[in-house]
């Protein structure tokens, strides 16, 4: 019954994310579908696993969670960061826009942008993200007529409009800008301990994170989807978890 409950939490929660058009919600439909079905056979059809299967799913199961909280527990570490002040640069990594207009997760990173720039007046700004599907101008181009409406001087404002990855956000940036400067990275609070990974390994010897927040509503999917993309880029070689 518990596993119908949570899978039916989970196909709920997939709906949801679909109608705002989030990516990666698939995985809500099979971790729902999964849980529903096999939490109906278990408990209508009195369907039980023999015992050395059970052990064996239960053992794997168990290195999975395992592997999964470990991961969980390094993308955390970087949640909070507040950054450091008196930054020589402070790089704005793209997020989805819509036509022109930026989501409500790169708003975040802008606004937190803006207050640190604010209070930090000698720091240069970065704007960096290329164009997308479904965006009529590149994400520094949004990035950059936010600032400027917000009041930052242009002339505090790169701008660096090929990238369409962290990666390669990071790597197109670090030749517009001195890598052993005081660098830092905003970008929201589950994506701050992939970026800093993947800029460290890139060659930028100062760099810190200043985590933007998310939405509350999709926190969750957003750590899920960081897993996956964790996994990706320890596979690619983009960053090591040592």
């Excluded at 930054?87 to 937190?112: C, E, M, N």
């Excluded at 009529?136 to 400027?148: C, F, G, P, Q, R």
């Amino acid at each position: 019954m518990v596993a119908m409950i949570l899978g039916g939490i989970c196909l709920v929660y997939f709906v949801m994310l679909l109608s705002v058009g989030m990516d990666f919600s698939v995985i809500w439909l099979l971790v729902g579908g999964f849980l529903s079905a096999s939490g109906a056979l278990h408990h209508f059809g009195k369907w039980h696993l023999p015992k050395s299967a059970a052990l064996a799913a239960g053992g794997i199961l168990g290195v999975c969670l395992l592997i999964f909280a470990g991961v969980e527990g390094l993308i955390m570490t970087g949640m909070f960061a507040k950054g450091k002040p008196e930054l020589d640069y402070l790089v704005i990594l793209g997020a989805q826009v819509r036509g022109t207009v930026p989501s409500r997760a790169l708003r975040k990173r802008l606004d937190t942008a803006l207050a640190y720039l604010e209070e930090n007046p000698g720091t240069i700004a970065v704007v960096s993200g290329g164009r997308g599907p479904g965006e009529d101008i590149t994400e520094a181009e949004v990035m950059k007529e936010y600032l400027l409406l917000h009041g930052i001087d242009e002339k505090r404002i790169l701008v660096e409009t090929d990238s369409t990855t962290t990666s390669e956000n990071l790597d197109y940036t670090g030749k517009l800008i001195d890598r052993e400067k005081k660098v830092g990275l905003v970008t929201n609070n589950f994506h701050i301990y992939r970026a800093l990974k993947m800029a460290k390994k890139q060659g930028y010897t100062n760099v810190s994170g200043l985590a933007a927040p998310s939405d509350p509503l999709y926190q969750i999917h957003y750590l899920v989807r960081e897993f996956f993309a964790m996994i990706k880029a320890v596979a690619r070689g983009d960053i090591s978890l040592r």
